[in-house]
């Protein structure tokens, strides 16, 4: 299935429409690295990126499908926009340019061709801090790399600017073919009124064979039975994206996504046995 905006604010309203803030989560649990190895290490000291993979760069500045969403278009990468390194930190940038047009940044580790970075289970992690202001959409999610049949996805963390005290985390397969029936949950965090946008937290979840976990800050906040279809190699994307359907008229103009890694783990049992 192609990934389009209209697939992406459904996976917002599927997300709010089965009141999710009511579901408790699950008991806390801290995950521990001490079981992992690193396999992905991303920390920005300098940034490799091209458009779409020109030179094999580490990241490309658009989804491989090359389907942007929300109100900013995703920008190809130039000298200071949308995309800005300094002492180990990615900035991506949105700005409202001159002719009224919003324009962003996004990142995905694969290009259309499914080459680069990606990983069938394991710990994916991005530490972050927040933009603030009405508006602003910043996520950090994976794709499943194979889309032929389906597109399986899973949102680490979708941050509605809106609404500062809550995140939300969700997955979704999205089916090929009129009159496929999707399959969607996700579950809302609260959190400190506006502390995402003052400090950096972690976020991250857990791929396993029979069980999926989310974690905020390394612990454990709700967790999914895997489907089937998850069974398969994801790839990370980060993005600075607006809206989706709310008014970004008072949206900060620029607003800053501030990145201080993207990390992926495999936990050494699994990495024994393969």
Same mark, same amino acid.
């Given at each position: ?13 599927? %997300? ?9 989560g699950?008991?806390?649990?801290? %995950?521990?690295?001490?079981d992992?190895?690193?396999?992905? !290490? ?69 290009? +259309? ?28 999610w994976? %794709? ?50 506006g ?6 937290h !972690? ?23 895997? +489907?089937?279809?998850f ?7 980060? #993005? ?7 008014? %970004? ?19 050494k049992?699994?990495?024994?046995? #393969?």
């Open positions: 299935m192609r990934f389009t905006e209209s697939a992406k604010t459904l996976s917002l309203t599927c %997300i709010f429409a089965i009141g999710l803030a009511g579901r408790p699950i008991a806390q649990e801290q %995950i521990q690295l001490d992992f190895e690193i396999t992905f !290490t991303e920390d920005f000291d300098r940034l490799d990126v091209s458009a779409w993979g020109e030179n094999r760069s580490r990241w490309i500045a658009h989804t491989p499908w090359n389907g942007d969403f929300g109100d900013a278009r995703f920008h190809d990468p130039e000298d200071g926009f949308p995309f800005t390194v300094n002492a180990g930190i990615l900035r991506i940038e949105a700005r409202k340019g001159t002719d009224g047009q919003w324009r962003s940044g996004l990142l995905a580790s694969t290009n +259309p061709k499914g080459e680069g970075f990606s990983q069938q289970f394991g710990y994916f992690e991005a530490r972050m801090k927040l933009p603030p202001g009405k508006g602003v959409w910043p996520a950090f994976l %794709i499943g790399i194979d889309r032929s049949k389906f597109t399986a996805e899973i949102d680490v963390i979708e941050y509605y600017g809106r609404a500062p005290g809550e995140f939300s985390s969700g997955y979704h397969v999205w089916r090929q073919g009129e009159g496929a029936q999707h399959t969607t949950d996700g579950h809302l965090t609260t959190v400190e009124d502390v995402l946008s003052k400090e950096y !972690t976020y991250g979840v857990e791929i396993t064979p029979g069980r999926s976990t989310f974690y905020l800050d390394r612990k454990s906040i709700w967790s999914f039975e895997t +489907p089937p279809e069974h398969m190699a994801f790839f990370p994307l980060v #993005n600075l994206a607006l809206g989706p359907g709310w008014p %970004i008229d008072e949206t900060p103009n620029p607003s800053y996504l501030l990145v201080d890694y993207i990390h992926v783990y495999k936990r049992a699994q990495s024994a046995e #393969n």
